[in-house]
């Protein structure tokens, strides 16, 4: 019985393994799968009929003789017979990790039709775009026409751009931003038939997919995040960046920006030969040539020919964490980039202008090549400008003037080990100036000193490698120097005022929002016996504050007469805004007007049970989450693994892009707020430390002591467990209960009243038309509820059956509640453009044309 088991049995699981690999693979893609056989077939009879190995390339690849002898099937035939075993792998690995995924998403129906479209019309102006180019370039245009296409990659990148429209909004401008990025530089610095043939295709499947899917709808158009921004630019950085990089590490660049690969394959030179030539016609083009060529003679001139797009690698870092730092030296090296393009584009005039003098006919495509590295750092520039705004934190107080001092103190020490070695080899410092000049021009890549004469040759009074590296020392130094300054934490080393407010935080403490005043952006103004601080802004002549007086409060009272008098010095409106009722009262005494803005949910943790009916969905989530195995972990954001970071950052950014919202600040912190060591993260994590969930908690001090904690960031990941944040509130209650603590705040909702305040009637008690301003403030509350949900919050909130504490604006003149209501709209919503508003306003109105005809 055993011998007509066993087989059996192997059967069994070997099936059961290929259904596994079939089901994690190409499960659902029915036309990935069929492409992929086909191109096995193929392939396989294509080479086994034919001995000779340059069949496929001459009679089935696509190219631009191809398609001029009329071999109609070329774009077919291309992408699916392979030339070698390398290319067919390659292949099918390219549609395993990218086709599939697609299919998937797309459906088949539509991914069948958008690869045919995509693939024909990709490859035929493609083809059409490399004759265009033949026309206006003669150099790249041979390159082209001896180039041939034999791989799926341009299909598949135009159908993923044709997929993008129905995508998420954060994941359509990176796939579009990012994919559109490389494409184009490898265009424009390899610049292969493959390369043109990848643009067309993407150009095609873009306009494929406006037309499959419809225009992006308007709610997806109001997103959008500073941190995505951040992202995007420092992509298209880096693409430009790497370009360089690209042509110098190809065999073939043809590409117009391809320079590097062209002087750096150029016929070798010797040191004795240049000074032969040079000795006998000093100043003739051969001798230059010579020269010019000596810079390019070994591995470290060749490093440094890309150590400026190396260092533009390292500042990317910084616009990826939004520092003005990085964009300011991102904006410099565009800039010297596009005026040393300039400077070439002259020279190369110059002497075309002189060689047509003595009868020497140039193609004019001489000329365009050599202005076509213009446009890459112009380009680049001009969105650095336009994104400017994103970029706004500022380095820690001395990050930047220790760099300086460390790049300077490098700049020294090499000179003066350069200087030296020199002199001591020419045994005389007669020589020192010229070994000075020498030093500087060793730090500049050698592509852009053509226009100056060497001061020493290689191996002349200096080692050889020492003439090579000692600038490759000096990029990799400065490299090196800026990224510890962008690793450096924004809350390390803060301002002072930033520290004297902590201090007095932590010493006297302040409302449960009070945290809040300690974040980027705010201004401060401190009491003449610095026992007291008010936590402001200024937008629009309002001096807008982040809760109320920060101190003892016996002193609140004298804080706010101060504060309101040094407002008026400035000629500012002062708005306390988000302040307690206490607070509310000292205003009122002194005839200012105040509003009802919000409502803050507290939890006391001295009589905490999620106990009865009513916490029903509470223990349910604690249930599940027990069930399928996560747990709620401490940690600290600044402190989390990389791996963790990256999930909480993915989180975050995916969670706001659906929102259709532009990202809010103010009293709504982030994730640069997460930074702070002082604030305590709590994450919803599975056995494969998978992130489900995160909140953050800010602390809320009391006579130098923590008492409680105010929530402050949530999120969690839209495909991963579900009550993942109702889990880690009431998972954070618990055990700050355990510890000891008195409450928690889960901070307030904003236009939004409890059932208790709506009961009770709580209105502006002393605004001359109270009943007027509160119904405005419940209609915009209304108007933006299906945009921001602030009412909805609150009702999450209800959940975990809090007690409530109303919220207050109050200022001295009603007549500046226009520009008040300006300046908090302004502090909540920093970047929100011109355009943005007006998406805004149609998403509201298009949502209250909904409701009333649901109604």
Same mark, same amino acid.
């Given at each position: @019985? ?36 086909? @191109? ?19 009679? &089935? ?59 024909? &019309? ?6 059409? &775009? ?74 095609? *499947? ?21 941190? %995505?921004?951040?992202?995007? =630019?420092a992509l298209i950085v880096l693409a430009s960046a790497l370009g360089p990089v690209l042509a110098l590490v190809s065999t073939n660049a043809a590409g117009p920006f391809g320079v590097l690969e062209t002087l750096l394959r150029a016929d070798p030179w010797t040191a004795d030969e240049v000074r032969a030539v040079c000795s006998a016609t000093s ?68 002497? +075309? ?44 107080? *001395? ?94 080393? %803060? ?20 945290? @809040? ?7 401060? +103004? ?14 629009? *002549? ?49 005839? +200012? ?46 402190? =989390? ?22 990202? @809010? ?39 130098? %002591? ?74 915009? *509350?209304?108007?933006? %509820? ?30 500046? &509640? ?38």
């Open positions: @019985m055993n011998i007509g088991i066993e087989p059996r049995s192997s059967v069994t699981r070997a099936l059961g393994v290929l259904t596994s690999i079939h089901r994690r693979t190409v499960a659902g893609a029915p036309i990935t799968t069929a492409i992929v056989v086909t @191109m096995a077939v193929v392939t396989g009879a294509v080479h086994a009929l034919t001995a000779d190995p340059e069949f496929v390339e001459r009679h &089935l690849t696509l190219s631009v003789s191809a398609l001029r002898q009329m071999h109609w099937w070329t774009p077919i035939t291309s992408v699916v017979v392979a030339p070698n075993p390398l290319v067919f792998v390659a292949s099918v690995v390219l549609l395993l990790l990218c086709a599939v995924p697609l299919e998937r998403r797309m459906g088949p129906s539509k991914f069948v039709i958008s690869v045919w479209i995509v693939q024909i &019309l990709g490859a035929i102006v493609g083809v059409g &775009l490399a004759v265009v180019v033949d026309s206006i370039d003669e150099d790249w245009g041979t390159q082209l026409e001896t180039s041939v296409v034999f791989d799926p990659a341009a299909w598949v990148a135009g159908v993923a751009m044709a997929a993008s429209a129905a995508m998420p909004i954060l994941w359509r401008r990176r796939l579009r931003v990012g994919l559109s990025a490389v494409v184009i530089v490898f265009a424009l610095f390899h610049g292969g038939l493959s390369d043109l043939v990848v643009s067309t295709s993407i150009v095609v *499947g873009l306009a494929l997919g406006r037309v499959m899917y419809g225009r992006v709808d308007s709610e997806e158009a109001v997103a959008g995040t500073r941190r %995505e921004s951040r992202l995007l =630019v100043g003739s083009s051969e001798c230059r040539q010579g020269l010019f060529a000596l810079r390019f003679d070994g591995l470290g001139f060749t490093v440094l020919a890309v150590a400026p797009s190396l260092f533009l690698v390292t500042i990317c870092d910084g616009l990826r964490r939004g520092r003005r730092a990085a964009w300011t030296l991102a904006v410099i090296a565009q800039l010297c980039l596009t005026a040393l393009a300039v400077l070439n584009i002259a020279q190369l005039h110059q002497s +075309w202008s002189a060689l047509s003098s003595v009868g020497v006919q140039l193609d004019g495509s001489y000329l365009i090549r050599a202005a076509a590295p213009l446009l890459t750092p112009l380009a680049v520039a001009l969105i650095l400008a336009y994104t400017r705004r994103s970029f706004t934190i500022d380095s820690p107080s *001395g990050a930047a003037r220790s760099a300086l001092r460390s790049v300077g103190l490098a700049l020294l020490t090499f000179g003066t080990l350069y200087v030296a070695t020199g002199s001591m080899s020419a045994r005389t410092i007669a020589h020192v100036p010229e070994l000075i000049v020498d030093f500087v021009q060793r730090l500049i890549p050698s592509v852009y000193l053509q226009w100056f004469e060497p001061a020493l040759l290689a191996g002349e009074f200096v080692p050889s490698w020492m003439y090579q590296w000692i600038g490759v020392a000096f990029w990799v130094t400065l490299c090196v120097t800026v990224l510890v300054m962008f690793l450096r934490p924004a809350y390390g080393d %803060e301002p002072d005022d930033v520290r004297r407010a902590r201090d007095i935080l932590v010493r006297s403490g302040g409302s449960n929002l009070s945290w @809040m005043s300690t974040w980027s952006s705010n201004n401060y +103004w401190f009491a003449p016996d610095g026992n007291s601080f008010v936590a402001y802004r200024v937008v629009g *002549g309002i001096a807008l504050t982040t809760a109320g007086p920060v101190g003892p409060s016996e002193d609140n009272a004298a804080a706010v007469r101060a504060f309101a008098e040094f407002c008026s010095d400035n000629g500012w409106t002062p708005c306390l805004y988000s302040i307690s009722v206490e607070i509310r009262r000292i205003a009122d005494a002194l005839g +200012w007007n105040s509003v009802h803005v919000g409502e803050e949910a507290i939890l006391d943790l001295t009589s905490l049970k999620f106990t009865g009916k009513k916490f029903q969905d509470i223990r349910t989530s604690f249930n599940r989450a027990t069930k399928v195995g996560i747990a709620a972990e401490w940690t600290a954001y600044s402190k =989390v693994s990389p791996v963790i970071r990256d999930q909480i950052a993915a989180i975050s950014s995916e969670w706001v892009a659906d929102k259709a919202m532009p990202e @809010m600040g103010f009293t709504l912190g982030g994730l640069t707020e997460m930074e702070d060591p002082d604030v305590r993260c709590l994450i919803a994590i599975d056995a494969d430390r998978t992130v489900h969930g995160v909140t953050s908690w800010l602390p809320v001090y009391r006579d130098g %002591e923590v008492v409680g904690w105010t929530l402050d960031f949530m999120r969690r990941r839209s495909t991963g467990f579900g009550p993942a944040v109702e889990f880690l509130i009431a998972s954070a209650a618990v055990s700050f209960a355990s510890e000891g603590f008195q409450f928690v705040s889960l901070s307030g909702a904003p236009l939004a009243k409890s059932p208790r305040t709506i009961e009770a009637g709580v209105q502006s008690a002393t605004a001359p038309t109270p009943d007027t301003v509160e119904k405005l403030l419940d209609a915009v *509350g209304r108007a933006l %509820e299906p945009v921001y949900g602030f009412r909805s919050l609150l009702a999450f909130k209800s959940k975990f059956q809090p007690r409530y504490e109303s919220m207050y604006m109050s200022f001295p003149d009603s007549a500046a &509640l226009p520009s008040i209501a300006n300046a908090v709209s302004r502090a909540y919503l920093p970047q929100m453009t011109l355009s943005q508003s007006a998406h805004l306003m149609w998403t509201v109105a298009r949502s209250r044309t909904t409701a009333r005809d649901r109604r």
